[in-house]
C-alpha cells in the first residue's frame, strides 16, 4: 500500500503529521527522514505517573484492514526516554507505540506501550546502548497487534509484544512513525524505508 523510501523532498501524499514537529527534513541523498522531537512531547496516558500527554509527533497513513508496517529507525538520543519507532493509534484513548527508549545511565530499554481505555502499560526488555539501530514491524491481524524487532536486515525478527485492542475491529488505524523527547529537545531519530502493506 505504501513504500517511502525518503528519496525525494516531498512526502508521499498518503503521509499526515499529528503534531508535526517544528524541525525535520527528508535527506534524500542518504534516504532518510530526519525528525528533531520537540522538548516535554510524548505519548501516555495516566498509569503510574499521573499525567496524560498527546504532544509527541507522528506521521500517519489511514490504513483499513489488516496489514504489516516495518521501518528502521536510527537514534542519536540525548535525555532520558527519548525515543522513536512505529505507531498504530485509533484515538488518544487507545493506540500503541514500539521504540527503543534511552536511560542515560546502563542499557536502553527496547518496549512496547499498549494503551486501552484511556491508561496506558510498558512492557520492556534491555536493548545494548551502543547500538544506535533497529528494524521494528508490526502487524494486524483484526483486533490483534504482533510486534518485532531484529538489529539488522540479516537477522531474524523476535517478538516483542503481542497485544489485543479491543474495539478496534473493522475500524480504520493510523500508522506510521513517531518520535518524542519527554525531557528536553537535543534528539535527532532518523527513519529509513517506511513500507506498509496488506495482510
Known amino acids: 500500500m505504501i513504500e517511502e523510501t525518503f528519496d525525494k523532498a516531498d512526502l508521499n501524499p498518503q503521509l499526515t503529521w499529528f503534531n508535526e514537529p ?43 484492514g489488516d496489514f504489516t508496517m516495518t521501518v528502521e529507525v536510527f537514534f542519536y538520543p540525548c535525555h532520558q526516554y527519548d525515543q522513536a ?22 542499557p536502553a530499554k527496547l518496549g512496547v506501550v499498549v494503551t486501552a481505555g484511556g491508561f496506558s502499560d510498558w512492557s520492556v526488555q534491555d536493548f545494548p546502548r551502543e547500538r544506535s539501530s533497529v528494524e521494528l514491524r ?15 536486515t540479516a537477522a531474524e525478527w523476535n517478538m516483542i509484544r503481542m497485544a489485543h485492542l479491543a474495539g478496534v475491529e473493522g475500524k480504520e488505524a493510523r500508522c506510521g512513525l513517531y518520535a518524542c523527547s519527554p ?17
Open 183 to 199: 525531557k528536553a529537545a537535543g534528539f535527532r531519530a532518523e527513519f529509513v524505508g517506511l513500507k506498509i502493506t496488506n495482510g
Open 138 to 152: 508490526i502487524r494486524r491481524v483484526g483486533a490483534d497487534f504482533l510486534v518485532d524487532y531484529r538489529e539488522s
Open 85 to 106: 519507532g512505529l505507531m498504530v493509534r485509533f484515538s488518544a484513548d487507545c493506540w500503541l507505540k514500539t521504540s527503543v527508549e534511552y536511560e542515560p545511565e546502563g
Open 22 to 64: 517544528e524541525e525535520w527534513a527528508v535527506d534524500t541523498a542518504a534516504r532518510r527522514l530526519v525528525v528533531m522531537p520537540g522538548a516535554g512531547t510524548d505519548f501516555w496516558q495516566k498509569t503510574h505517573y499521573g499525567f496524560a500527554a498527546d504532544s509527541g509527533h507522528f506521521l500517519y497513513a489511514r490504513v483499513a
